[in-house]
Nanobody
C-alpha cells in the first residue's frame, strides 16, 4: 500500500526557518509529481509548490515565491520544503501529495483533486 508521511513541522518565530520532509513508499516515486499544500483553519486548502518527477519543472505560489524552496531526492523517496523568512500567515497544516501526472501541469497543479495520495499533515506555526 502507498504511504506518505510528512515531518519537520513545529513552532518558529517570524523570520525563522523550517525544513519539511515527506517520505513516500509503495509507489514508483520518480513517476509522480509531488506537491506541498497547506490549510489554515477556516480556509481552503491551497497549493504551495509542485516539483515534477525529474525535478526539471518547479512551480511556486506567489505567496511563497522567493522564500520557500522545494526539492526531492528520488533515491530516498523523499520530498523537501525549505521554508525561510517565515511569516505568521504561513501558519497552517502542511500536506505532501503525489500526482500520477509527473509533470506539474501549469493548468492543474493548483488543484488538490489532481493528487492521488496524501500524507497526514505536519503543523507549522509561526509566531509574531
Amino acid at each position: 500500500q502507498v504511504q506518505v508521511v510528512e515531518s519537520g513541522g513545529g513552532l518558529v518565530q517570524a523570520g525563522g526557518s523550517l525544513r519539511l520532509s515527506c517520505t513516500a513508499s509503495g509507489l514508483t516515486f520518480v513517476n509522480y509529481a509531488m506537491g506541498w499544500f497547506r490549510q489554515a483553519p477556516g480556509k481552503e486548502r491551497e497549493v504551495v509548490s509542485c516539483i515534477s518527477g525529474s525535478a526539471i519543472k518547479i512551480l511556486y505560489s506567489d505567496s511563497v515565491k522567493g522564500r520557500f524552496t522545494i526539492s526531492r531526492d528520488n533515491a530516498k523517496n523523499t520530498l523537501y520544503l525549505q521554508m525561510n523568512s517565515l511569516k505568521p500567515e504561513d501558519t497552517a497544516m502542511y500536506y505532501c501529495a503525489a500526482d500520477p501526472d509527473a509533470y506539474c501541469s501549469t493548468s492543474s497543479w493548483r488543484r488538490a483533486s489532481e493528487y492521488e495520495y496524501w500524507g497526514q499533515g505536519t503543523q507549522v506555526t509561526v509566531s509574531s
